[in-house]
């Protein structure tokens, strides 16, 4: 079960940043002026001290000044948000049960939850998660008018609801019932009010719908483009495939300076598009004002495969290469990059394919699909998937279908993701076009498949569709 809990760390950056830093008129029911401003302050991405203001306010604001720091910085020790965490939660405690301080509470023990999840302390994570459900639970009992209760609650239903049906009993042991539908509810209720956090609900509903529901969303291209909407929007361009997208939004920001993430998103784009000179500029800019690790061996496999394919093999990919079997593998995009630098038969003619697929570049992939080298089986095999993959994102559903059923049938070389992730395609397909027992099965048939990278990720979306029309069953 922890596998689909650890979703929200994916969620957790763009849950702490979604705030737009937009007034409302119920603003200082939440919030003192002096302290809605540097809230504003906090979440269009400056994350220096919080200056004096009332008690509970300022160590909400702190608190949710070092969970920030722990996801885009990635500079402190859990110790160290411990201690702050620790401190925020005895001042609400002193705080005469105020609705206000319910709710910081409930909200500071999420934003706990998924730094324990982060840093790999599952226990401590449930139980956060749990006390947050709780407090947001029990204060719209007694407050159902109190709006941004609903925004916390609303986002842990949809946490807790996207687990899988067959682990449901033991969130039902520890008092946990998530629910999809009432947590896109609650927060379409907030986003649509005057309450202080209603944009943060409105921007949590899109991003829940990519990273939890895995529906496809879009930002309005007005969104006002400070440094981490900038962040956001760009995240949610690439879970979209739209690389050209994500450049232009970068290049419409309002400010100069950015997270180091997006750099990354950005190369990532050019890399798609074979712009390998900006991509290798900006992979480098990551690499330099990233502290953490995620997503640092992604980035330097890909400049090694520019050095090593585009440039021809120039002194620099050996130094590379060095470099890169001495890093770890965090993220999905790190392990995918270690699996493929282990392939002695990689073939850079599919790899620029598959980057152009996946930056929604399709002509360029049209065109990269018809100079396509193959050497052996696995090629061949691939080169199947790889069309499906084209075929779909170009609208041929027909073709698509049997392509990716030619891709199951094949034999399974290396624990390739190929099979897997063709029965997830086939299950959404069909799911779209209501045919829910065909769809059924391809989930279940995803499910089944072992040892693959994307394991998890393709696990989570099949166990989400199977949710999701086990939704629709029981209504």
Partial sequence: MNKYLKKATVLVCLFFIAISGYTSNNSKQLFS?????????????????????ASQEQHYLNLYRYTLSVFLIDTLELDQFEEVFDQSIASFKSGAGSFNNQYFEADARLQASLVYFKFGNQLDAAWQLRQSYRISSSLLKVSPDFLPAYKTYGLLNLLLGSVPEKYQWLLSLAGLNGNINEGKEFLTKVSLSEAAVAKEAFLLSLISQAYILGETTKINNTFQRDKL??????????????????????NSSSNNAHFPQSYYLLAEAYFQKAEYAEAEKNYEIFIANFFGDANKKDALFKLYLISKFHKGNTPKANELLNELNKMNAITTADKNAETLLENENFNFSMFKLRMAIDGGYNKLAIKLFGELKLYNKSDSIEAIYRNARLQHQLGNITGAKKLYSKTIIQPRINNSYFAPNSALQLGLIFEENNQLDSATYFYETALEYKHHVYKNSIDAKAEAGLNRINTILSD
């Fill in 229 to 250: 909407n900038t962040l956001i929007t760009m995240a949610l361009a690439s879970k979209n495939k739209e690389g050209n997208e994500i450049i232009d939004i970068y």
């Fill in 33 to 53: 002026e002096k302290a809605l401003s540097q809230y504003q302050r906090l979440l269009s991405g400056d994350l220096s001290p919080i200056s004096s203001i």
